[in-house]
T-cell receptor, first 112, second 112 residues
Framework: EDKVVQSPLSLVVHEGDTVTLNCSYE??????LLWYKQEKKAPTFLFML????IEKKSGRLSSILDKKELFSILNITATQTGDSAIYLC????????????FGTGTRLKVLA | SQTIHQWPATLVQPVGSPLSLECTVE??????LYWYRQAAGRGLQLLFY??????ISSEVPQNLSASRPQDRQFILSSKKLLLSDSGFYLC???????????FGSGTRLTVV
């Protein structure tokens, strides 16, 4: 059965800290991994990763994929209170349809 | 550009009452459509997906059903709500292929 596990489940840091969020997966014929940020309502897209070792960056956020060890990390440097959110990881395998399997998410709280 | 609309934003319904949540996509044709449910502070559970008009796949046995009467319209229904149906419901769409999802703004359903 396809599975995505995120850790930690929750995290509290202070502004300016750097955080690393983890996502490990077991899927049949991996195709891609997505990271989303969810504040109050709809998740918003952060990154799509398909190849190992290639870092994706957007401002203070970056992410990398390791297809050999079956995990991805999301780094946030110099955290701000606006980074407080649930961060979701989702993985697509080739089960015949385009269904992403989501992890339970990491709830990040950044204190001022 | 493509947009996805989901309504209502919030809903409070008594146990045993019917449910109808609607999702429409604009600016694209033949989208893959998805209904997810998110329990409080948790990840997303796939309920239904559809790759075409009238084609519905159910992921988990439950008290809900889905229909796709038109190409860009996806409806989530129940004949009789249960307390356990409470949650945050998200509609999403994707192109066929490795493109990721775009989510609607969600419906927070409380069954009382």
């Amino acid at each position: 059965e396809d599975k995505v596990v995120q850790s930690p489940l929750s995290l509290v840091v202070h502004e300016g800290d750097t955080v690393t969020l983890n996502c490990s997966y077991e899927v049949t014929n991996f195709r891609s991994l997505l990271w989303y940020k969810q504040e109050k309502k709809a998740p918003t897209f952060l990154f799509m990763l398909t190849s190992s070792g290639i870092e994706k960056k957007s401002g203070r956020l970056s992410s990398i994929l390791d297809k050999k060890e079956l995990f991805s990390i999301l780094n946030i440097t110099a955290t701000q209170t606006g980074d407080s959110a649930i961060y979701l990881c989702a993985v697509l395998g080739t089960s015949g349809t385009y269904k992403y399997i989501f992890g339970t998410g990491t709830r990040l709280k950044v204190l001022a | 550009s493509q947009t996805i609309h989901q309504w209502p934003a919030t809903l409070v319904q008594p146990v045993g009452s019917p449910l109808s949540l609607e999702c429409t996509v604009e600016g694209t044709s033949n989208p893959n459509l998805y209904w997810y449910r998110q329990a409080a502070g948790r990840g997303l559970q796939l309920l239904f997906y559809s790759v075409g008009i009238g084609q519905i796949s159910s992921e988990v046995p439950q008290n809900l059903s889905a229909s796709r009467p038109q190409d860009r319209q996806f409806i989530l229904s129940s004949k009789k709500l249960l307390l356990s149906d409470s949650g945050f419901y998200l509609c999403a769409w994707s192109r066929t292929g490795n493109y990721g999802y775009t989510f609607g703004s969600g419906t927070r359903l409380t069954v009382v």
